[in-house]
């Protein structure tokens, strides 16, 4: 599996994830569940793809006879690569520069903290800027203008600022920002990322409202500072206008009914279906044959059907044989294999060869180099046979058999 199929395999977990969240569990008051879920359900949605395989028989049986069948030469021209170049480029200069503004808005806090004065307010010690900003959290650092608030109101800020950090809650905040900056081109990673803010932030206010005298007072203390017209450091975990309804909301929001936990069940079955759809998810995607002579050469190299004399001759039609024929298999090798971008930059052309096994159930096994070229043309060649899907076996006799094939790809800068 290539890395472009396990970005999108990705973005579809977290799609289903926020779907199923949004529509199954939002509503209801089980914030730690919510929070249980939501982290869970990030770490499956990468973790799972990796289910995303063809499976390896490494057992040879020694019953069927094998023979022999050399392919012919494909040459890769160096003009087939551009788009798909592109494309990636695109993609890693988003998550670059998301991954950039991330480290700067760290590093602002570090700059935050050596600039400011630290107090000690009810056993809690807090970061005193010296700048105005509204009260946030990151990791066990809190930070608070505390010449600007009155005692009561300080209380509010320092129940709800001292949840955060006693619950970890910049562990949600650290994932919320991988999934935005992994998926920023997926609309519905930046809404998942909202989610899972709003909810520890939900989560601070529900533990804050149990030590507080007026959970009224409170409420009105959550207007107070996030009608304040002064910039935050958006990393960390702060009072935030956009939350304020839904935060407001969840407070006043009844109890749930302890029988709307069985809904959280419904996560292992559809777990289980989307690593049943990963596995089943077709191993390429073939776009219309639109090919000219440019596009792919292929050199007048014979096939070689010579059989070992201890080998009983097989018939053609036994033969194992790529899905759609020996056309298909010329069209899926040159919409899929790309030539390195290093390979390009160092001018590197030849032939590499790789051998590989077709076993009695259709599956490619031990592909392994018979010439190597470079280590980047190696590696796509290599690349380009583990995505291919399932062949149709040979036959022999009417039992199925194993083939040993031998595949030169040729890189040519045309």
Known sequence: MDFATYILLSQ????????????????????????ITLLCGVVFAYLYPL??????????????????????????????????????????????????????????????????????????????PNVDIKPFSFAS????????????LLYDILLHEKAHVEGVHTLDLVLSEFVAIVGWFNPIAWLLRHEIRINVECLADK????????????????????????????IGMHFNHKMLKQRVKKLNQADSHFVRRIIYFIMLPASIFMVFVASA?????ERPLDMT???????????????????????????????????????????N?????????????GVVMVKFVINSDGYIVNPTIMRSLSPE?????????????????????????????VLPVSFVMQ
């Not at 087939?80 to 520069?97: A, K, M, R």
């Not at 650092?141 to 009561?152: A, E, L, M, R, S």
């Open 51 to 128: 289910a995303y395989y063809q499976p390896i028989h490494t057992h040879i049986s020694g019953m069927y006879d094998q023979y022999s069948l050399e392919l012919p030469m494909i040459i890769v021209p160096v003009e087939s690569t551009t788009d798909t170049f592109d494309i990636f480029s695109l993609y890693w200069i988003g998550v670059i520069i998301g991954a950039l503004f991330f480290l700067f808005r760290l590093a602002s806090l570090v700059y935050m903290s050596m600039r400011s004065t630290t107090v000690v307010i009810n056993g809690v010690k807090v970061y005193n």
């Open 377 to 405: 043309c190696d590696k796509e060649v290599l690349r380009l046979v583990s995505i291919m899907p399932k062949w149709q076996p040979g036959r022999d006799a009417g039992v199925n058999v194993e083939a040993n094939f």
């Open 293 to 335: 002579a440019n596009d792919i050469v292929v050199e007048n190299v014979p096939v070689n059907d010579e059989v070992p004399e201890d080998n009983p001759m097989l018939v053609d039609n036994s033969l194992p044989q790529f899905p759609g024929g020996d056309a298909s298999l010329m069209r899926f090798i040159s919409n």
């Open 281 to 285: 998810w077709p191993l390429s995607i």
């Open 337 to 349: 294999i790309k030539y390195p971008q290093e390979a390009i930059r160092d001018n590197i052309q």
């Open 12 to 35: 579809l977990g977290i799609t289903v994830l926020y779907l199923l969240y949004k529509f199954l569990f939002s509503s209801d008051t089980f914030l730690q569940a919510h929070r």
């Open 207 to 234: 533990e804050a409202v149990k030590h507080t005298p007026s959970v009224k007072g409170y409420q009105y203390h959550l207007l107070h500072i996030v009608r304040e017209n002064v910039s935050i450091n958006s």
């Open 141 to 152: 650092v809190i930070f608070i203008n505390v010449n600007k608030y009155d005692d009561n």
